[in-house]
C-alpha cells in the first residue's frame, strides 16, 4: 500500500530550538519524497524534494530507504516557520501525489 | 507569469446540486492534477489531467469527474452532491518533465465548497 504517515499532528518549539519533523513512508518501487508547506492565508507550495538534495530556508531533509523515512530537520527554529508542513511522495512517470496528514509546527519566540 | 488560477474561490450549495469548478494552469504546463482537502482526511489525490487525458484518478465515487481543455484549462464536476463532498478543492500544474528544477508543482488557492 502506498501510505505517508507523518505521527505529529502538531509541534511546538521556542525560536532557535531544533526541530525535527517526522516523516515515514510506505511504497512499492522508488518514489520521489517532498516535503510542501502552507503558511497561513497562503498557498500550499513546493519546501523540498529529495532528488535535488538542497537546504531551502535553512531545512533539509534525508531520505532513508532503509528506515523508509523522510525526517524534515531545522537545527535553529525562526517565527517565520511557523505553518503546516505536509510531508508527500509521487511514483515516476506521475504527478499524483500521496499526502501525509500534516505536522503544525509552532515556534514560539 | 501568473499562477495557477481557481475559480470560483468560494461556493455555496445544497444537496443533490452538481457543481463545476474550473482551473487555470500556469501558461506552458500541461499536467492539471486536482485534490480534496477536508480536516478529517487531510489532502486526497482526485485526478490527473496530461495533454486532455486522465492519466491517473483516486479513489473517490464516479460522482467525481474532471476533464481537461486543448488549452489544458480543467474542470471538475460533482453530482449529487452530499454533505461531506464539502472542502477545499485544490488544482496544482507542472511544467513539462525536465525543465521543473525545483518547483515542480504549482498549486492553486482552491475553491472552497460547502454543501448544505
Known amino acids: 500500500a502506498q501510505r505517508v504517515t507523518q505521527p505529529e499532528k502538531l509541534l511546538s518549539v521556542f525560536k532557535g530550538a531544533p526541530v525535527e519533523l517526522k516523516c515515514n513512508y510506505s511504497y512499492s518501487g522508488s518514489p520521489e519524497l517532498f516535503w510542501y508547506v502552507q503558511y497561513s492565508r497562503q498557498r500550499l507550495q513546493l519546501l523540498l524534494r529529495h532528488i535535488s538534495r538542497e537546504s531551502i530556508k535553512g531545512f533539509t531533509a534525508d531520505l532513508n530507504k532503509g528506515e523508509t523515512s523522510f525526517h524534515l530537520k531545522k537545527p535553529f527554529a525562526q517565527e517565520e516557520d511557523s505553518a503546516m508542513y505536509y510531508c508527500a511522495l509521487s511514483g515516476r512517470g506521475t504527478d499524483k501525489l500521496i499526502f501525509g496528514t500534516g505536522t503544525r509546527l509552532q515556534v514560539f519566540p | 507569469k501568473a499562477g495557477v488560477t481557481q475559480t470560483p474561490r468560494y461556493l455555496i450549495k445544497t444537496r443533490g446540486q452538481q457543481v463545476t469548478l474550473s482551473c487555470s494552469p500556469i501558461s506552458g504546463h500541461r499536467s492539471v492534477s486536482w485534490y480534496q482537502q477536508t480536516p478529517g482526511q487531510g489532502l486526497q489525490f482526485l485526478f490527473e489531467?496530461?495533454?486532455?487525458?486522465?492519466?491517473n484518478k483516486g479513489n473517490f465515487p464516479g460522482r467525481f469527474s474532471g476533464r481537461q481543455f486543448s488549452n489544458s484549462r480543467s474542470e471538475m464536476n460533482v453530482s449529487t452532491l452530499e454533505l461531506g463532498d464539502s472542502a477545499l478543492y485544490l488544482c496544482?500544474?507542472?511544467?513539462?518533465?525536465?525543465?521543473?528544477?525545483?518547483?515542480?508543482?504549482?498549486f492553486g488557492p482552491g475553491t472552497r465548497l460547502l454543501v448544505l
Open positions: 489531467y496530461f495533454s486532455e487525458t486522465q492519466r
Open positions: 496544482a500544474s507542472s511544467p513539462p518533465e525536465g525543465t521543473g528544477g525545483l518547483e515542480t508543482q504549482y
